[in-house]
């Protein structure tokens, strides 16, 4: 099996050194995220996702509305479970931008193949959804999950719908995703969500692709801000430990 060097392991190593070094002890506080970002020349999207890895190595921890600090030093052998982050976990934002790539152009094309039963099927599982966030489960996610895939489904192309499938089973087995997703305590952004996904079945009902590529971009953009706000250590209202965007210019086609 091939190893991915990710950028964020590269950037998480090199912070590992500088604890071993004694640059930073136990009990203190990191820079902050941009600080950080300048140094190594890297976004503070690669930085977030470094100190996720540390995080889950019990390396550091975050306190909120102030920052990040160092509870323990790298063991010069990497247990068993900090070992398979490094080497298979994904960085939260690369996979969602892949979704934002992968998914904007499914939701098009599905555009064009949708039928009337994958509009019903649609219907009833924002309907789900809606009933989901009216009972106050908003820490379920399995009806948005079945949304996204049931529109690579209505592309009646199976590969489509096998590859998203995998995004998302990527996304549930990834340690990284979920140390971010355990820290947010208000879940009301889930409300705007289902607005985004009425605005892309608007679209696919259609059969628009343009709008319906377009309301899938912007709906995951849309999920990137919402993260981006509960995202900030520093910020007092700190709720999560997620990541910053960086903007992909979507070209109209």
Known sequence: MLTVNRL????????????KSGTYKIGERLPPER??????????TVVREALI?????????VKKGSGVYVIGLPNEI???TDKKIEEEDFGPFELLQARQLIESNIAAFAASQIVKSDIIELRAILEQERQILEQGILDDYSADEMFHIA????TKNSILESLLDDL???????????QLHCRITDHSYRKKWLYDHEKILQALQVKDAM???????????????????????????????????????????
Do not use: C
């Not at 964020?8 to 604890?19: F, H, M, P, R, V």
């Not at 890895?53 to 921890?61: R, S």
């Not at 529109?151 to 209505?154: H, P, S």
């Open 151 to 154: 529109i690579a489904r209505a």
């Open 78 to 80: 990497l247990s068993e």
């Open 8 to 19: 964020y392991q590269k950037i998480g190593n090199e912070l590992k050194s500088l604890l």
């Open 211 to 253: 709008a319906a590529r377009h309301a899938m971009w912007q709906h995951l953009e849309n999920v990137k801000q919402t993260l981006m706000t509960v995202s900030d250590s520093e910020d007092p209202n700190f709720d999560g430990y997620l990541f910053d965007s960086i903007p992909v210019n979507i070209v109209n086609q």
């Open 35 to 44: 600080d950080i970002a300048e140094a190594f020349s890297v976004s503070r």
């Open 168 to 178: 998302w089973q990527k996304r549930s087995a990834s340690k990284m995703w979920n």
């Open 53 to 61: 890895m540390l995080e889950l190595e019990n390396l550091v921890t």
